[in-house]
């Protein structure tokens, strides 16, 4: 581990000392006062559940999203980005780490029930092995101070928790879901990590449960503006990780109000992404009333494709949904701004991963010698045009027996219950035309490719029962055609 001399003044010794009360879970790097002062914020806004085509920036007519719109403007959209799995808590786990999470054993979701009995581990004890570092520990240790507020979902136990992690403040729950609004006093349990509402209580720090009367979106934004209000002088790292759109389906009765033209659930998730939008809208102006707009990245994007049966999202012109692997499941929205280094009003057209944002942030942050084992790559160079090759030659997901490569613009899946699709997506974005017969030597060699990234991985630490197996390869077969916008 490296460790630079504080302006050439500070000695050996002191170094030392600074290394070894550095906190035990980060990187014990120093930073001095110009490197500061010259790295940009860097703000990761995550959304959940929300549908590829649910957003201005993506085309859409319906919803009101000027805030994100306008970030989409100032930077880059990228029109093939991915997840590195098709549900919330994995896809977390490959956002933190920059790693495909089946290389340290995180395949399926971690939600209590959902498990086979088999499974050693369940409930609270399901989390991010706390050997991975994770991108907040890499930030933490290029000097930047560290927050989240939102949805955690990566463990409820307390050596999961993200004060434990690498970040210095938390403001939102440990778990994958919640209401938007307060619960009542008398069903939350604040010492008990087996009950049902333990790991959903709004959390400030680490133990402290304080329900809030406002609405949860708003809340989140606020907080995330106020910690940029009290931080401004150092560098700073915002994983801003809205729990909208995901159910419960619960919005402000003003904001229902913006979308009379429509009705149920389409209505409520309108509502819910206009709010997400808004609170979006408290970080952005922050920013430009502190000056620091220029100088810090922001990206947004989603963890997984839109569910559309639970909440009305939509995923065209993509097939498929959250849950399963086509296009519908692991590709989403995807934009990131930093003026003072990107420039506006691009389109990058190669496909990128949630896998790269660990990499990018490091090296933004003048860091990147510290990653050394990571999935992802920095996008700067891509993104400023130095380098105008693809990013990834090889691209990968998995799910039990459920797995998928891509390799250019071929994708080939492999399924449990039906022979393999190989689709080219560059001319057959919605995956209607099976080539698999056509192309035989192209399965085969991708078919050798998967299994060898397969030997790299761990076996799964817990298992998904197959009654939900079964759910998502209905789900698949549902909506096996290309939404409509």
Not at 295 to 304: A, E, G, M, P, R
Request: hydrophobic share 35%.
């Amino acid at each position: 581990m490296k460790t630079k001399l504080l302006a050439g003044l500070v000695t050996l010794t002191s170094v030392l000392s600074l290394t070894a009360f550095a906190p035990s879970n980060a990187l014990a790097e120093t930073v001095n006062a110009q490197d500061k002062k010259q790295q940009p914020n860097i703000i990761l806004i995550f959304a959940d559940d929300a549908g590829f085509a649910d957003f201005g920036f993506q085309g859409s007519k319906i919803m009101k999203t000027p805030h994100l719109d306008s970030i989409a403007e100032q930077g880059v959209v990228f029109s093939q980005g991915y997840v590195s799995d098709s549900t919330c808590g994995p896809s977390r786990a490959g956002l933190m780490t920059g790693k495909y999470q089946q290389r340290f054993g995180y395949e399926e979701i971690n939600v209590p029930g959902y498990m086979s009995d088999n499974s050693a581990l369940d409930g609270a004890e399901m989390g991010l092995p706390v050997d991975q570092t994770t991108m907040a520990d890499y930030l933490k240790g290029q000097g930047y101070k560290t927050a989240i507020f939102g949805k955690w979902h990566l463990g409820s136990a307390e050596r999961f928790h993200p004060l434990n992690r690498g970040f210095d403040e938390f403001l939102g729950f440990r778990g994958g879901d919640r209401s938007y609004y307060k619960y009542p006093e008398n069903i939350t349990s604040i010492n008990n990590p087996d009950d049902i509402m333990y790991d959903k209580q709004l959390e400030r720090g680490l133990g402290h449960f304080e329900e809030r009367e406002e609405y949860l979106t708003d809340v989140l934004g606020k907080a995330a503006a106020d910690f940029i209000d009290r931080n401004q002088q150092d560098p700073f790292f915002i994983y801003l990780a809205f729990n909208a759109v995901h159910t419960p389906l619960e919005s402000e009765p003003d904001d229902l109000k913006q979308f009379p033209q429509l009705s149920g659930k389409q209505q409520e998730l309108a509502a819910m992404t206009l709010a997400m939008d808004r609170a979006t809208g408290y970080v952005t102006d922050k920013l430009k009333s502190l000056g620091l707009a220029d100088n810090t990245i922001i990206v947004f994007t989603n963890d997984n494709g839109g569910p559309t049966d639970k909440n009305a999202s939509s995923n065209a012109p993509l097939a498929g949904t959250k849950s399963n692997f086509l296009e519908g499941g692991i590709r989403v929205p995807f934009i990131m701004s930093w003026p003072a280094k990107i420039k506006p009003n691009q389109q990058f057209d190669y496909p990128v991963s949630t896998l790269d944002l660990l990499p990018t942030f490091v090296s933004a942050a003048g860091g990147i010698e510290t990653v050394t084992d990571s999935d992802g790559v920095d996008l700067l160079p891509y993104i400023t045009g130095n380098n105008k090759a693809r990013p990834h030659k090889q691209m990968f997901w998995k799910k039990e027996t459920r797995a998928v490569i891509r390799e250019g613009d071929w994708k080939m899946i492999r399924y449990p219950d039906r022979p393999t699709e190989l689709y080219n997506l560059a001319n057959d974005i919605g995956e209607q035309t099976n080539l698999a017969n056509d192309q035989p030597q192209r399965v085969i060699s991708m078919y050798k490719d998967l299994f060898a990234w397969e030997l790299t991985l761990e076996r799964p630490r817990w298992l998904l029962k197959r009654k939900f197996e079964k759910y998502d390869m209905d789900r698949m077969d549902k909506y096996r055609l290309p939404a409509s916008q």
